[in-house]
């Protein structure tokens, strides 16, 4: 199950302060007295802390809420005692596998005839509802929710049909909403502009072009607009298909307004945080500010009369720098992800703006550019790229990414003329390792696999974990095919050594199945099915072997 999947409906529940979904699993219920004392909880309670309520009533607040919550927590109730009101908190609960998890922590007073408050009733509503306890959820799609909370960025993940199935502290900050109103709120239309198109396609179409962002104005509760420079990143299922998308935004407003307000005044120039940069007309800088020697290591006598090529890495090709003179040319603007190179040597990635200057002719006097540090997203993106299309408990390849290359090996067989093939591998009966060791076991030895499995495969071969015991090859470039039966020996007698298991000897063989392009078939799905019906054959002849999918016989071990 995709961890992002979308929730299913809810109803919704209202009276004149609160209103909450009734769906129980994302809801706890609470009433305490005026102190605090907890009175009741309702069943979510025991399902989300693993605990006995009337073990959790006699105990207190203090078994389920992180200690540096549960002084204020406390201060809150006796002040909204004395004021005869609510209170709104958020506050870090304990869940049942010992993780704190943020909650939206709501009350309301319960009020006696003489005025008085003698207790509160209210609930509790967990910040990320579509990324807490779903059965069988991807591990990956945990990191990647534990990754954007962290992040300080504004960040959302929208499903298929454009609504908001998850989001940080941040983005709720810009749009000044409070999670339970933003949950399955349509993106667009709602905080974003209205688009004409469905939402899973504009955003497929963002996430595939580079520079796999867009501008739009996002605007809260109080009206305010905001000019977010968004980047899409499309989280896709086993088969391919896009599932949702993961957005992080930067609010660029102030960067626009300040290359405007450039143009009117020096002191603008010379304190933005932003670094500045001004060439004449044949790109020679003749102005910088102090934003540029900082990040840069150039001091401002330094810089004067150099051309911008200097900052330079070499990491883009001259194609790059030609289409993007020609954009500022023909639109007088150009802005994008750039990485450059400090005076000290050191590379770093950049967002950089740059704006055409024309005289009252329409002729350019003068260049100006805007830039500064992204290190810290590019970071984030590498870590989400790995979490993608790498597998979370071995670190090799996924079965994304191992598609991916398989198409790439054969399209490049078919180009050439060439052959590849497919190793489809399974673990026989490891299901009684993790029955009679336990599932850490079997987490060690799956790891121990895979690292066996990479040593037998060139560099330009791909070892992936498709899950479970499950592993597969591909091997491109072939000159001929009895590489991937040797191959397949190099695995089987790799595996005879016995796995160590704390300290205890594990015997694991393994059964191989093999397919070949374009002998066997053109298509990569089919390959992969092919190789793993022929290790499905050598596991009825007794396991511990391999076959090739047109051939009758077994190899054994």
Same mark, same amino acid.
């Given at each position: ?27 706890? !219920?609470?009433?305490? &007295? ?62 049942? +596998? ?13 009020? %006696? ?12 509503? &967990? !910040? ?5 306890a ?14 954007? *909370? ?14 908001l ?25 709602h ?13 497929? #179409?963002v ?8 501008? $739009? ?6 009206g ?26 930067? +609010? ?11 143009r ?17 007309? =044949? @790109? ?18 330094? @810089? ?36 450059? !190179?400090? #005076?000290?040597?050191?590379i ?10 024309r005289?009252?002719?329409? =002729? ?23 979490? %993608? ?31 590849? %093939? ?8 490891? *299901? ?17 696999? @895979? ?9 330009? +071969? ?7 015991d499950?592993? @597969? ?16 020996? #190099?695995?089987?007698? $790799? ?10 000897p ?13 002998? +066997?078939?053109?298509?990569p799905?089919?390959?992969l099915?092919?190789?793993d ?5 050598? #596991?009825?002849?007794? %396991? ?14």
């Open positions: 199950m995709n961890e992002f999947a979308r929730p299913s409906p809810r109803h919704w529940e209202s009276d004149s302060h609160i209103r909450v979904p009734t769906q129980p699993s994302q809801i706890l !219920l609470w009433l305490t &007295d005026a102190e605090g004392r907890i009175e009741f909880l309702s069943p979510s309670w025991s399902r989300f802390t693993g605990q006995e309520r009337p073990a959790l009533i006699a105990d207190g607040w203090a078994q389920v809420v992180h200690p540096d919550d549960l002084a204020s927590l406390h201060g809150a109730f006796q002040r909204a005692a004395r004021e005869n009101q609510g209170f709104r908190r958020h506050v870090w609960l304990r869940r049942r +596998d010992g993780i704190y998890c943020g909650m939206a922590f709501e009350s309301l007073p319960r009020i %006696a005839p003489s005025g008085e408050t003698v207790g509160f009733t209210g609930f509790c509503l &967990d !910040l990320s509802p579509a990324v807490h779903l059965p069988g959820a991807n591990p990956a799609d945990h990191r990647i929710a534990e990754l954007l *909370k962290q992040i300080r960025l504004p960040a959302t993940v929208i499903d298929l049909d454009g609504q199935i998850f989001f940080n502290q941040p983005f709720l900050d810009l749009i000044d909403e409070p999670p339970r109103e933003a949950i399955s709120r349509p993106f667009f239309g905080y974003a502009e209205a688009i004409d198109e469905p939402p899973a396609e504009r955003l497929r #179409k996430a595939d072009t580079p520079p796999h962002a867009f501008e $739009c104005a996002v605007r809260d509760t109080a305010r607009s905001h000019l977010m420079s968004w980047h899409v990143t499309a989280l896709r299922d086993e088969s391919g298909q896009m599932t949702c998308s993961v957005l992080i935004g930067e +609010d660029i407003t102030a960067q626009r307004q300040k290359e405007e307000e450039w009117l005044t020096q002191r603008v120039f010379e304190t933005t945080d932003e670094a500045m940069v001004v060439t004449d007309s =044949k @790109a020679q800088i003749i102005a910088v500010n102090q934003a540029f020697t900082r990040l840069t290591g150039y001091t401002r006598e330094e @810089a004067i009369g150099l051309n911008p090529r200097v900052l330079q890495s070499g990491r883009h090709d001259q194609a790059f720098y030609e289409e993007m003179w020609r954009t500022l040319s023909e639109n007088g603007h150009w802005q994008g992800d750039i990485w450059d !190179l400090r #005076k000290d040597g050191t770093y990635p950049k967002f950089l703006s740059i704006s055409t200057l005289d009252s002719e329409g =002729k350019a006097t003068h260049y100006c550019g805007i830039f500064y540090d992204i290190t810290e997203r590019k970071t984030f993106e590498d870590k989400l790229e790995r979490l %993608a299309h790498y597998d979370v408990l071995t670190g090799i390849p996924n079965r994304s990414l191992l598609f991916d290359r398989l198409e790439l090996a054969t399209a490049e067989a078919m180009h050439s003329g060439g052959k590849a %093939a497919v190793l489809f591998i399974d673990l026989d009966r490891f *299901k009684n390792i993790n029955d009679s060791l336990g599932h850490a076991a079997g987490d060690q030895v799956l790891r121990e696999a @895979a690292t066996r499995i990479c040593s037998t495969i060139r560099r330009n +071969d791909t070892a992936a974990r498709l899950g479970g499950e592993f @597969a090859i591909v091997l491109p470039d072939l000159d001929d095919p009895q590489h991937a039966a040797l191959v397949a020996e #190099k695995i089987i007698e $790799c595996m005879r050594t016995p796995f160590l298991i704390d300290g205890a594990v015997t694991v063989s393994t059964s191989i199945g093999i397919s070949l392009f374009p002998a +066997d078939h053109h298509q799905d089919k390959l099915e092919l190789a019906q022929a290790m499905y054959k050598v #596991k009825a002849r007794g %396991a511990n072997g391999y076959q090739f999918c047109s051939d009758p016989g077994t190899a054994p071990a």
